[in-house]
């Protein structure tokens, strides 16, 4: 018998597999990415629909309990997750702060030129 | 051709968020020394009229598009001495807690070629200065941070009025990772690179309010030191 919490899942998975369909075509994410994330995604489906699945993996995992195994890897995938996008947050940061930088030189030098910045003054 | 003493250029810089009170008092204060000063408004991202007083007063303004931090806006004031050729920057605060007298005492050692960089130390003049207990430890604990790493005692490491000889400056630069948080990585790197740093006393306005101190600032901060222990 199917749980309610079963469709849930399953439904929560098939919403994340199609935003990353979305996410692809429209240039956001790479060939590899879509594919990460489709894989993560995929197996969150696959995982509500068929729970039994996860003993599957016990003896790999060296893990008795099925409901404990899917905490820790849980838990595994979002520390990861987290460091990516804080490793991606600190990137995007990084070339603000250049991009700012950068625009904040040229400006300088117009002004060096004898060409001030209209919209500065406006301040 | 040989520079001499005085026909030495001082670029002075001075980040500024959001000062425009204050700003022009700063570069008055600036204006009346009797040194070859160019002095640059960093504007980080004001949304008041910083740029026009500091413009009002006589300084040349940069503006950052969006707010940066401290830190960033003296890279870009690095950057514009590294291509005016400037012979030693000065970085002073913009919210008038910096005595600009005291610029003086601050590039005098670089001109005469005793030191690379100055560190305006607020603990030096005998009192303690009034600022909150917590940024007040923290400071200590910055200070013997930067001692355990490069085995120079400071008293001051996070003061905000330096003074740099632009040819430490120039090697340093290429070595440098950090843009928002950067302070202690500059210090310590210039120490690595056998920078002779010296500290001079400074005054310290009491009404001044201080945008350091908070708790993100800390720990970037502190980032950058683990990150140059590890390094």
Same mark, same amino acid.
Request: contains cysteine; positive net charge.
């Given at each position: 018998?199917?749980?309610?919490?079963?469709?849930?899942?399953?439904?929560?998975?098939?919403?994340?597999?199609?935003?990353?369909? *979305?996410? %692809?075509?429209?240039?956001?994410?790479?060939?590899?990415?879509?594919?990460? %994330?489709? @894989?993560? %995604?995929?197996?969150?489906? *696959?995982?509500?629909?068929?729970?039994?699945?996860?003993?599957? $993996?016990?003896?790999?995992?060296?893990?008795?309990?099925?409901?404990?195994?899917?905490?820790?890897?849980?838990?595994?995938?979002?520390?990861?997750?987290?460091? #990516?996008?804080?490793?991606?947050?600190?990137?995007?940061?990084?070339?603000?702060? #250049?991009? +700012?930088?950068?625009? $904040?030189?040229?400006?300088?030098? #117009?002004?060096?030129?004898?060409?001030?910045?209209?919209?500065?003054?406006?301040? | 051709?040989?520079?001499?003493?005085?026909?030495?250029?001082?670029?002075?810089? &001075?980040?500024? =968020?959001?000062?425009?009170?204050? &700003?022009?008092?700063?570069?008055?204060?600036?204006?009346?020394?009797?040194?070859?000063?160019?002095?640059?408004?960093?504007?980080?991202?004001? /949304?008041?009229?910083?740029?026009?007083? +500091?413009?009002? +007063?006589?300084?040349?303004?940069?503006?950052?598009?969006?707010?940066?931090?401290? %830190?960033?806006?003296?890279?870009?004031?690095?950057?514009?001495?590294?291509?005016?050729?400037?012979?030693?920057? /000065?970085?002073?605060?913009?919210?008038?807690?910096?005595?600009?007298?005291?610029?003086?005492?601050?590039?005098?050692?670089?001109?005469?070629?005793?030191?690379?960089?100055?560190?305006?130390?607020?603990?030096?003049?005998?009192?303690?200065?009034?600022?909150?207990?917590?940024?007040?430890?923290?400071?200590? *604990?910055?200070?013997?941070?930067?001692?355990?790493?490069?085995? #120079?005692?400071?008293?001051? =490491?996070?003061?905000?009025?330096?003074?740099?000889?632009?040819?430490?400056?120039?090697?340093?630069?290429?070595?440098?990772?950090?843009?928002?948080?950067?302070?202690?990585?500059?210090?310590?790197?210039?120490?690595?690179?056998?920078?002779?740093?010296?500290?001079?006393?400074?005054?310290?306005?009491?009404?001044?309010? @201080?945008?350091?101190?908070?708790?993100?600032?800390?720990?970037?901060?502190?980032?950058? *030191?683990? $990150?140059?222990?590890?390094?």
């Amino acid at each position: 018998m199917i749980r309610g919490i079963q469709v849930l899942g399953a439904l929560i998975g098939v919403y994340l597999i199609l935003q990353t369909v *979305v996410q %692809w075509k429209r240039g956001n994410y790479g060939a590899k990415k879509t594919a990460l %994330w489709l @894989s993560l %995604w995929t197996l969150v489906l *696959v995982l509500f629909a068929f729970p039994s699945l996860t003993t599957l $993996a016990l003896p790999f995992l060296v893990m008795e309990n099925a409901i404990l195994m899917v905490l820790v890897v849980g838990l595994v995938v979002a520390y990861v997750i987290a460091y #990516e996008t804080y490793q991606q947050a600190t990137k995007t940061e990084r070339k603000l702060t #250049e991009l +700012a930088q950068n625009i $904040a030189l040229h400006n300088y030098l #117009e002004q060096a030129r004898g060409n001030p910045d209209d919209k500065d003054e406006e301040r | 051709m040989i520079k001499t003493r005085n026909d030495k250029s001082i670029y002075v810089f &001075i980040p500024a =968020c959001n000062e425009e009170r204050k &700003i022009g008092e700063v570069i008055e204060g600036l204006g009346e020394l009797d040194l070859n000063l160019k002095i640059h408004v960093i504007d980080d991202g004001s /949304v008041d009229g910083t740029k026009k007083s +500091a413009r009002k +007063a006589g300084a040349i303004v940069v503006g950052h598009p969006v707010n940066l931090g401290q %830190w960033a806006a003296l890279r870009t004031g690095f950057a514009i001495s590294l291509m005016e050729r400037a012979d030693v920057m /000065v970085s002073i605060d913009a919210d008038g807690q910096h005595d600009p007298r005291d610029l003086q005492r601050l590039v005098e050692p670089i001109l005469n070629g005793e030191a690379d960089i100055i560190i305006g130390s607020r603990f030096l003049n005998g009192d303690t200065p009034n600022m909150p207990k917590y940024r007040y430890a923290g400071i200590k *604990v910055f200070n013997k941070l930067v001692e355990i790493m490069t085995r #120079e005692s400071l008293t001051d =490491c996070l003061s905000g009025y330096k003074a740099y000889d632009m040819s430490m400056i120039r090697k340093i630069m290429p070595y440098l990772e950090e843009n928002q948080y950067g302070a202690l990585e500059f210090l310590i790197k210039a120490l690595r690179h056998g920078a002779k740093v010296i500290e001079k006393p400074i005054e310290i306005k009491p009404n001044a309010k @201080s945008q350091k101190g908070k708790l993100r600032y800390g720990y970037n901060l502190l980032r950058t *030191v683990v $990150a140059q222990y590890f390094g």
